[in-house]
């Protein structure tokens, strides 16, 4: 078919796949033309020397890349690695903000020196323009702030650039740190093919405004008295200087410090800045945090934080405590699909979004949210006809829409699905993931059993989830969980009867007093093949149809140790005709009849979707959103609160985990060497708490209801 010519200019870059016709993960490119077929055929721009210069590039899917503005392709362009500029997608509010920085912004830009703060003064074009295809790269000049919180009065000389990837944090001029000042700075000379851009693009007009607003509204605050709030412990503030300037915070201490005589407030700021403590004020610490984001004034200098208080009237506001108004929802009758990959960080990323926590509910969130926000294994058990529906099914329904379609869930809506549970100690209790998840879907969703478990000495039985059982001798000290589940459905003789549509394994741990293994390493893709029952499997020495299978032989460091062991009449000789395994005692397999000896054996395999965790009784999951490695979340329906136990309300946090993909890309020895003190600080979370790893079998259906419809 003849392509059809796009005429508006349009950039992207490549989110995923493989290699193909010039193109990779990280590229950028402009279209030239766009098939019918969805394939887009575009011009490549080169990192290095080159950049900017653009060169025949190919073709690529359109599901593989995500759209750009000019401007966001020119400061990703300044980005030289691809994978940095992947991970600066991965994090759309920190992009948006960069994408749209003013004149005197400040910022914290990754230094040789540290994280160090800065007022950006230009955005800068690097490179010459010598064909109308060209793009000038972005980056940002940037004037340091010194210890005293005053910007450098050193000599002039050229400011250092930035890309876009080195700058971390973005914190716009009208919510400065206190007591931070600034003053016009002069640039020195501008290196060759260097130049600076006057006004920087859309958002020159933004900022003017906002400097006015910020303005009258000083006057207007040193015109008004403000009446001063009770304030407590975890009230979300916001502190203002006599200039207007504005800080936000969590209330983390309350008191009178040494040294003063009335009372005072240490506040953990949103963001760090230099010259603040980690809760020490002087030589006494009050609380602990994170350095440089301690603040500590006077209460009558804090405010609740505007951007969690409304006014309907413009003349009340709530009380702080009282949750931020949340969008009407209007469930219509047709079911969201599982969030889409290419939205799920837009919608999905940031404070008050997945699911609100409420009274002990964090176990059931965290297995709400990882069972459906982007499986699509699981997609089908909310899809029954309305009239033959229960009124659970419908409020869990609703629960789902609402996730998929707004990214929030108020804790209301959860409350009215515990209660109707049915079970008190659902409503107000901590409860076990995997005990939820078998009312879930036995009592709710009428799904049979969605393992069927064989033992050689019993009948098949039923089951939602998977508990591991095995000696800590019969494994290394940092195991996969591919080699938990064969360890312990070798030890304890069980195997799967089919393979299943969904697989829920849980760590041998229990609650956070006792887990057996200090960490454990995910699997990306769990291989059953030699734990289903009756089907044909591999001689794990010559790749031949096996015929026995040795539990005594799964240790053995000569031969993988951990990894389960099965052999052909051959090998089992031959193996066991070593004097250490004289005396183990290999078990029979029932083979297929039909199966020839030398036939390849079919593997079959799970894929991870979600990852359950646990801490100090707090149940926190990470969800996999979509093919790409890198496509994982981090949520916790309670990551912060507002107000106190009775009046206030938990907020809850997505965050963009790629470095979690980054840290499953390694090899399985490299992972084994991995020390998980070193990793970041999301990726040792799930290594040290993990709880439940959910793998979905990417081709089947669910098991069918266990009821029959008339």
Known sequence: MEPKTVVKEKFFIVIRGKSRKGFCRGCIGRVETETQHGELMGLLYCSGSNAGSPKSGGIVRREDTYPLTRHQAQLLLFVSSTSKRLELLCNPQLFSAICELS???????????????????????IGRKENKDDLHLLGFEVEFVDNDHNLSSKKPAPLPLFSAADIVQVIPSYSVPLGLHWRDGQCGGLKKAVTRINSMPSIGSRAHQVRENQEQSVIQSQSLTKPHVPLEVGSMVEVMSNSGITVYGVVRWLGVPAGKTDEWAGIELDYEVNGCSDGKYGSQRYFTCKGNRALFVPVTKCSPDSRFVYSSTGRETPKPTEAPPVPPFEDSEEDASPIPESQALSLLVGRMKGIQGHINSCYLDATLFSLFSSSVTLDNICKKPADTEQPITCTLRKVVNRLRRQGFVPAESVMNFRKQLGCDTFQTEEKDPEEFITVLF???LCLEPLLKLRSRRETSQGAYTLQIFLEKEQIGQVPTVQQLLEASCLSGDLKFEEMPSCLMVQMPRFGNKYKMFSHIIPSTELDITDLLHNAPRECFVCGHLAEYECLQ?????KLQPGRIKQYCTTCNTQVHSHHTRQGHSPRDLEVPADVASDTPVPRHMMQLFAVLCI???????FVKFGPDPHSWLFFDCMADRCGDDQSGYNIPEIRA?????DFLSQSEEELARAN???APELV????CDSYMFLYQNPAPPLSKPNHQEP
Do not use: A, I
Request: aromatic share 2%; charged share 25%; net charge positive.
């Open 657 to 661: 985990c790629p470095e979690l993909g």
């Open 676 to 678: 998980p003190s070193q």
């Open 442 to 444: 036995q009592k709710v």
């Open 615 to 621: 801490q100090t009784s707090h149940y926190v999951s």
């Open 684 to 687: 040792r979370r799930l290594l």
């Open 553 to 557: 032989c799964l240790p053995d460091r």
């Open 103 to 125: 004149p005197d912004d400040l910022v914290v830009v990754k230094h040789k020196k540290g994280h160090l703060p800065g007022m950006v003064k230009n955005l800068m074009q």
